[in-house]
């Protein structure tokens, strides 16, 4: 248990003892006074990874034109084993990055379907994020299955006995969110692993806030599936393109149902039919997106640099130490915390409920702090520990303390605008 003290110098202490803060550098910067508390929604953008683009844009592509698909043809499965290498525990020829999160989610729970007969069952939890419950309710009624839904209390997380209750001989695929996207609560993965093989079931994580933010083993935990996304933790940019993961054992007996060219043997042959190609390569669909896949590259090779067992080791620091001052400033002012506050059960964010959350999220970001607003009543802050120093945090609370007190929220509309 770290002893924290609210005193500004301590935040500095922490700073200067702090081995990544010079990572900070590595990002484009333009305010100093703006503190981005959501690298978890948008990462920022990597200094290499603007000047990576910017070589692929004039040279590869302005220059090289179509002869530089020789280099590119390999990207997806090229960026896919880095992200194993250095963030998911993975052993090379096993992650692909292509498509988005909610495509690949798809073609998984479909391959996984199809690859066993007779179990027709899909589970997945109440307070999933969206698109992973309408994906697997759309997959579901396409094939006549049925989607079971257990009930997630939305601040701790899945709970293992509702999981439990809910597996049976049908149950084909239990697609899960290895931390939650609302709470940052997070799953254990090998032990949620071993509960669903045990009914003989596939598991399948969704990585989408764990990939850069916590340590990740999926060969170790032996899951099936798993997908992920690149624009949050791994800072590759707005619509950079999704991960996905299937077990070395498990290629053989999958297939997918996109059968794209991408996915072919011998793709250049032109052949008259589909025939997939072996290995993890038969999960690609169509032309990769190469600008994406590069800054993918550039993301998972600066958190490689940083380790992800150190960005972790600050990251529960930033956030035990957010919310030991949420506990003393905020308290009053009817903040409660919305996240696990065990360190080993929580993710990379820190979520906060207040009854007046949209509008103080709205405050905050007028007065320079990023964060964003949840439903029904949450403040999300996630202070992403390759960029955020202790001091910033400090005083993203320091000014969330002032907005509540002197309720400066409130000439802003009560109604949440479009886009939160
Ligand atoms: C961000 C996120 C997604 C996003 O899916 P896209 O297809 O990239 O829009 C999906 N699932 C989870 C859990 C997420 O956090």
């Known amino acids: 248990m770290t002893t924290f003290s609210a005193d500004r110098s301590y935040a500095e202490s922490l700073d200067s003892a702090d081995a990544l803060a010079l990572f900070r550098d590595r990002f484009v910067h333009d305010d100093p006074e703006r503190i981005y508390l959501d690298g978890n929604s948008l990462g920022q953008l990597p200094v290499r990874t603007q000047a990576r683009i910017a070589e692929v844009v004039d040279q590869d592509w302005g220059v090289g034109l179509v002869r530089s698909w020789e280099r590119w043809i390999d990207l997806p499965r090229q960026a896919g084993d880095m992200l194993g290498e250095h963030l998911l525990g993975a052993a090379a020829g096993q992650v692909l990055v292509c498509d988005s999160v909610t495509v690949n989610l798809y073609k998984l729970a479909w391959a996984a379907l199809d690859a066993q007969p007779g179990r027709d069952v899909l589970v997945t939890d109440d307070d999933n994020f969206p698109t992973d419950r309408y994906v697997l309710a759309g997959v579901a009624a396409q094939r006549g299955c049925e989607l079971r839904l257990i009930h997630t209390d939305i601040d701790s997380g899945v709970s293992e006995q509702a999981l439990a209750d809910a597996l049976d ?35 399948l994580w969704d990585l989408c806030h764990s990939a850069g933010a916590v340590p990740v083993q999926l060969d170790a935990c032996a899951a099936d599936l798993a997908i992920g996304c690149t624009y949050k933790y791994l800072n590759a940019g707005p619509g950079a393109p999704g991960f996905s993961y299937v077990r070395a054992g498990l290629q053989p007996r999958l297939r997918q149902p996109i059968w794209g060219w991408f996915g072919q043997r011998e793709q250049f042959a032109m052949g008259p039919s589909y025939d997939p190609a072996p290995g993890i390569d038969s999960f690609l669909t169509g032309t990769p997106n190469v600008i994406g896949t590069v800054a993918v590259e550039e993301g998972a090779r600066l958190l490689g640099e940083a380790g992800i067992e150190q960005l972790r080791q600050k990251s529960t620091l930033l956030t035990g130490y957010l919310i030991y001052l949420a506990d003393q400033w905020l308290a009053e002012y009817g903040f409660e915390l919305a996240s696990p506050r065990d360190d080993g059960r929580r993710g990379g964010h820190v979520t906060l409920q207040h009854p007046d959350a949209w509008q103080i999220s709205q405050a905050l970001i007028r007065a320079k702090v990023i964060v964003d607003y949840r439903t ?43 886009v939160t």
């Open 376 to 418: 029904p009543d949450r403040v999300r802050l996630g202070p992403v520990p390759i960029s955020t120093s202790f001091s910033q945090v400090w005083d993203a609370v320091d000014r969330l303390r002032q907005i509540a007190a002197d309720k400066s929220y409130a000439d802003i509309p009560a109604e949440p605008s479009r």
């Open 169 to 203: 001989e049908r149950t084909a695929l239990v697609s899960l969110s290895h931390v939650a996207y609302r709470s940052g609560a997070l799953a254990d993965m090998a032990a949620l692993t071993r509960l669903i093989h045990g009914s003989g079931a596939m598991a």
